[in-house]
């Protein structure tokens, strides 16, 4: 398994088929925001999108933002779109994904990151801490959750 950033990739034209496919309505809102090319303007100058790849197969995906879809003032950087495929679902690929984010976030020169969620309790066996709730136009209520990031100075 490796994990490939969206533009880096030379089948990018997959990519965007395999999000526009997913059953996760998250996945053909990328689709959108990239096709579109309002990714930047959406989520920020830094923002990047990576597929875990296994060989040719799209295992899933997840981004790491600077603003995820519902703005929230102060709060940067976000894990967002975490993504697992179904056939690759039960082997730990969505801890696996947002290790990966948190270490580019620490790549990136962050100290701490993000999550907004519809999941309560799910990342904080991933050593994340609840700190609100908040009214979702989406899914009328979403979770914010932070976690200070080891090995950042």
Not at 17 to 41: C, I, K, P, S
Not at 46 to 65: N, Q, S, T, Y
Not at 95 to 110: D, H, P, S
């Amino acid at each position: 398994m490796t994990f490939v950033n969206y533009n880096d990739a030379d089948n990018q034209t997959a990519l965007l088929a395999y999000l526009r496919g997913v059953e996760w309505n998250a996945g053909r809102f990328m689709h959108r925001q990239l096709t579109e090319d309002t990714f930047y303007a959406t989520f920020g100058q830094r923002a990047k999108l990576f597929f875990l790849m296994d060989r040719h197969h799209i295992a899933g995906f997840g981004a790491l933002v600077e603003q995820d879809y519902q703005k929230v003032a102060d709060f940067t950087p976000w894990i967002a779109f975490v993504y697992v495929d179904p056939a690759y679902r039960g082997d730990g690929w969505s801890r696996r994904i947002v290790t990966f984010l948190e270490a580019q976030a620490i790549q990136e020169g962050w100290h701490e990151v993000y999550i907004l969620t519809q999941h309560q309790g799910l990342y904080g066996k991933m050593d994340y801490h609840f700190v609100y709730s908040i009214e979702s136009h989406l899914h009328g209520t979403d979770y914010i959750y932070h976690k200070a990031l080891i090995g950042s100075n």
